[in-house]
């Protein structure tokens, strides 16, 4: 594999030594830049797979050179500093920025990062590869569904996973957080390591079962326990539902974030981590920090790079795909396959899934238990069948105009569910965001 690197320091000694450097690592052509203008030249006209840029260059700030590579095939930036702290780290890797290194340059660690960086690229191309192959299908990873909402979570599963960022998932329950936390960690540098999911902060998770304790360290301590994070070293830990963490917890979190080591109960020693972190909440972010139930500083440290999933309802013809898939994994080798029936199949479709593919797949299963032959709609719960049933008792003279009609369809089944929002936006198949705007437009009119 030729690679291509591009350096861009406004100092020729600089330049010079670090153009040596990464030639002698296995990057063939180098080139170099003392500007912004002619690093976005150089750019246009041969794209590099590697920058090296500094912080500050004549022309402006060298995380603006990343404006306009919000592409697959962007190249992987390292941004060089004299004076980093935890914020312009923080900013760069949101940015999009594979790495940072400290003026003056070490050139140890600067080797590392070429070496993550040529594996990074080799993952890229097996990314690009599995999404060509995958895409007619429906599948990505463990994940399935061919919608534009799937399509584009799968972009940003592509972009991140090779990456050593933080990601901060957010998503309805049931929308498969583990499961995206699980791509990402297959798809990593981090893959042939261990994946570690946290999914409780109840108050049965005291601080020794993430951070680890000392033998002695209190009583039924007979034995020296690795927490949660000793577990994942090297490897990827998922903190679900991190919104609801104890306060106290989360100072020690961040603690141990900042400085990649974790102090065990009872221990006077701290333990060096290596840890890639994906945090996932169900809640929005913003109002748990406002609630006072996530740290401002913990938020900012973990949501690099923020991913959203869609929920079920926004996923269209995925519904069939997803309720295809599980009523697949249900036959035995050899058993006659069951079929759903096609009024079953529009029931399905109609309904707003609250609780998700969670939901979806607990009601196939419980169809597939109930059926002899084909899965009808007798055997759907009632709460699938009702909604349908509730939307041909709204009727409207023919020809009603489309304001109209959408009006009293809105109102009637928000009346049906007494003034719920939440399950009348499901039942609709829109975003509460939506919801909410149409009533306040009725309510001016």
Do not use: C
Request: no cysteine; proline share 4%; hydrophobic share 45%.
């Amino acid at each position: 594999m030729s690679l291509r690197a591009l350096i861009v320091d406004d100092d020729p000694d600089i330049v010079q030594v670090l153009a040596e450097f990464v030639q002698r690592e296995g990057f063939g052509d180098v080139a170099t830049a003392g500007t912004l203008k002619e690093a976005r030249a150089q750019i246009a006209a041969s794209p590099p797979d590697i920058v090296l840029v500094d912080v500050h260059l004549p022309d402006g700030r060298g995380l603006d050179l990343l404006d306009g590579l919000e592409t697959v095939a962007a190249p992987e930036v390292v941004l060089i500093t004299g004076n980093a702290s935890v914020e312009t780290a923080v900013q760069a890797l949101r940015r999009g920025v594979a790495d940072y290194l400290l003026k003056p340059v070490d050139f140890a660690r600067l080797k590392v990062i070429l070496a993550n960086v040529v594996r990074t690229l080799e993952m890229k191309g097996e990314i690009g590869t599995l999404r060509t192959e995958l895409r007619k299908l429906g599948r990505f990873g463990a994940l399935i569904g061919a919608s534009p909402a799937m399509q584009g979570l799968y972009n940003l599963i592509g972009r991140v996973a090779p990456t050593e960022a933080s990601v901060f998932l957010t998503g309805e329950t049931g929308t498969g957080k583990e499961v995206v936390a699980q791509v990402i960690h297959g798809l990593s540098r981090r893959r042939k390591e261990a994946f570690v999911a946290v999914g409780s902060f109840s108050a049965s998770l005291i601080e020794s079962e993430l951070f680890g304790h000392e033998r002695g360290s209190f009583t039924g301590a007979d034995r020296l326990h690795k927490g949660y994070f000793e577990r994942a070293h090297r490897g990827t830990l998922f903190l679900d539902e991190i919104t609801e963490m104890p306060i106290d917890l989360q100072v020690k979190l961040l603690r141990v974030l900042e400085t990649s080591a974790v102090a065990r109960v009872g221990g006077t020693e701290t333990v060096p981590v290596d840890v890639r972190i994906i945090a996932a909440t169900n809640r929005r972010p913003e109002e748990a920090v406002a609630a006072g139930k996530l740290r401002e500083d913990l938020y900012y440290r973990l949501n690099v790079f923020p991913v959203a999933l869609p929920p079920l309802r926004e996923r269209g013809e995925d519904i069939e795909l997803l309720a295809e898939h599980f009523l697949h994994l249900l036959h035995a080798p050899g058993e006659t396959a069951k079929q759903f029936t096609r009024a079953a199949r529009e029931r399905l479709r109609q309904h707003g899934w609250p609780g998700n593919v969670r939901e979806l797949k607990n009601v196939v299963q419980r169809a597939f238990i109930l059926a002899q032959e084909s899965l009808g709609v007798d055997a759907l719960p009632e709460d699938v069948t009702a909604e349908a049933v509730m939307a041909s008792l709204v009727t409207m003279p023919a020809g009603t105009p489309m304001p109209a009609a959408e009006r009293l369809l809105i109102l009637a089944t928000l009346d049906q569910f007494q003034g719920d929002k939440k399950k009348t936006a499901a039942a609709l198949q829109i975003s509460l965001n939506t919801l909410y705007a149409r009533l306040k437009e009725y309510k001016a009119h």
